[in-house]
Nanobody, 121 residues
Framework: QVQLVESGGGLVQPGGSLRLSCAASGSIGVINNMGWYRQGPGKQRELVAVITSGRRTNYADSVKGRFTISRDDAKNTVNLQINSLRPEDTAVYYC???????????????WGQGTQVTVSS
């Protein structure tokens, strides 16, 4: 059993910053890509940022220069530093990881439960 648990969401004023964290736990064999998605009110879930096991990163155009994704493989965590927040960043942010469980051979996608980020004055 593999679980992803996010933390760090909250209410912040425009221009503010937050740091989201996600920890993977359980029967973990190999972690490949890790990333963050978000789903705003009335919108579809969209990719925010992804980081590969080789530390290559990719960002949605709307967050480039403001968001930074990082990972700590020793702790099985992925973080998202969010700066210069805008009201349109308001969404539930979900952690995602491609993990091959221990004693398995096929990777699968795992998701966290989501953490709310609200940007409002």
């Amino acid at each position: 059993q593999v679980q992803l648990v996010e933390s760090g969401g909250g209410l912040v004023q425009p221009g503010g910053s937050l740091r989201l964290s996600c920890a993977a736990s359980g029967s973990i064999g190999v972690i490949n890509n890790m990333g963050w998605y978000r789903q705003g009110p009335g919108k579809q879930r969209e990719l925010v940022a992804v980081i590969t096991s080789g530390r290559r990163t990719n960002y949605a155009d709307s967050v480039k220069g403001r968001f930074t994704i990082s990972r700590d493989d020793a702790k099985n965590t992925v973080n998202l530093q969010i700066n210069s927040l805008r009201p349109e960043d308001t969404a539930v942010y979900y952690c995602n990881a491609q993990i091959t469980p221990r004693d398995h051979w096929i990777p699968r996608d795992y998701w966290g439960q989501g953490t709310q980020v609200t940007v409002s004055s």
